[in-house]
């Protein structure tokens, strides 16, 4: 099976960053810091699999986002992102 | 930026046990799991929940799965399809049963929603399992009065493998009919002999047939397996939707 075929999107990281955010996180506006461009966090591939979260710019292919739990919690790189706007009221 | 940040402990979506009222087989690879949710906070169309598989040596395994009942409905309604090698999946189909337990989290997800005050049309186009969470918005919109749902056209594109694949077959003839849905199918294997839809994988044609004109500004929400996700969108984005109208939700390679 091609790894095109078994990418997911930011969707199903929905429920990994309400772990860490205090509301939906689909519909914040994110600035890759590849090529700038922005997407909502729903829209961007995601290579995590069903319980990780590898989110990549659809655009440039940038890895936007990453988390990785350990046991001593969780690390959040978000080094590819450069900007996040969090709707004020959540959708 | 790399944050460490504080064990799971503080979560503010926290894990649920639901109890199982009903599991009944919705076709020879689907089932549908009705739920009762303590403290259910109420969802909107589209969204879903998180549900976790516990082994007794502490393996865990977790999936998404969308929720088919609209927020309407008084019970929590998932449906699942059997992926004959799938690790979570047989589990939800074939042993879980009524008065058992399920763990679960949610209601996830604010992008792949739709409600009915945000207005139409309604494009929908599913493939296999994808069909769920398009159900959950036609169920919503069918709650609305006749004149509100006169003002959001809504028509479902639908891609299966069988006529007997058909997820909720009946009910969307129902919706069909009483509830002014344009319902379409298209069936890529074994058609009936009988059969006078579609029988192809969704192309620019079938997309611009029952689709709207760009120009009639339709909302598109595009769900399913990976391939036919990514197909359909960029087939709607070349036909001349507004890409930022276009809404996904890839199931993985199964879907
Ligand atoms: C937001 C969201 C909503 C969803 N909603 C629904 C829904 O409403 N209904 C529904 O039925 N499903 C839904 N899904 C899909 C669901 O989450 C599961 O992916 C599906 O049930 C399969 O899980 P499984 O554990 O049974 O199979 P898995 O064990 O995950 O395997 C699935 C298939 O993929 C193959 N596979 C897995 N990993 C690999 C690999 N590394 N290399 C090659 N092949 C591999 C397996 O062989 C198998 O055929 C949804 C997914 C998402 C992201
Ligand atoms: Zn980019």
Redesign the interface.
């Known amino acids: 099976?091609r790894v095109?075929?078994?990418?997911?999107?930011?969707?199903?990281a929905?429920?990994a960053l309400?772990?860490?955010f205090?509301?939906?996180m689909?519909?914040a506006l994110v600035t890759c810091a590849g090529c700038a461009r922005a997407s909502?966090?729903?829209?961007l591939m995601?290579y995590g699999g069903?319980?990780g979260v590898i989110l990549r710019c659809p655009h440039c292919d940038t890895v936007m986002l990453r988390i990785v739990s350990t046991p001593?919690?969780?690390?959040?790189?978000?080094?590819g992102s450069s900007v996040m706007l969090i709707p004020e009221r959540?959708? | 930026m790399t944050a460490e940040l504080p064990a799971a402990t503080a979560s503010r979506l926290d894990w649920h046990v639901a109890s199982v009222t009903d599991v009944r087989r919705e076709t020879a690879r689907t089932c549908s799991i009705v739920l009762d949710v303590p403290q259910w906070p109420g969802h909107r169309a589209g969204q879903h929940v998180d549900v976790r598989l516990v082994a007794d040596d502490g393996y865990q395994a977790q999936r998404s799965y969308s929720i088919a009942s609209p927020p309407e409905d008084a019970s929590l309604v998932l449906t699942v399809e059997r992926i004959d090698d799938g690790e979570v999946s047989p589990y939800l189909c074939d042993v879980l049963q009524a008065h058992d337990g399920l763990e679960l989290r949610g209601p996830i997800g604010g992008y792949f929603v739709w409600d009915i005050a945000e207005g139409g049309p309604l494009l929908l186009v599913a493939g296999g399992s994808g069909v769920v969470p398009l159900a959950a918005m036609l169920r919503h919109r069918a709650h609305a009065a006749a004149s509100v749902r006169a003002s959001v056209p809504a028509h479902l594109l639908y891609s299966a493998r069988t006529w007997d694949d058909i997820i909720y077959r009946d009910d969307l003839e129902q919706l069909a009919k009483f509830s002014d849905v344009t319902v379409a199918f298209t069936i890529t294997r074994e058609a009936p002999s009988d059969w006078r839809g579609y029988r192809r994988r969704i192309d620019r044609a079938m997309l611009e047939e029952i689709g709207w004109p760009p120009s009639a500004t339709p909302r598109a929400y595009v769900c399913g397996p990976t391939p036919l996700v990514e197909s359909v969108a960029t087939l709607l984005v070349e036909i001349g939707h507004d890409p930022a109208r276009v809404r996904t939700e890839r199931f993985g390679p199964t879907g």
Do not use: K, Q
Request: no cysteine.
């Open positions: 099976m095109e075929e078994m990418r997911l999107d930011g969707n199903a929905a429920g309400r772990e860490i205090a509301h939906d689909t519909t909502p966090m729903g829209v995601n069903p319980m001593g919690g969780r690390y959040m790189d978000a080094s959540p959708t």
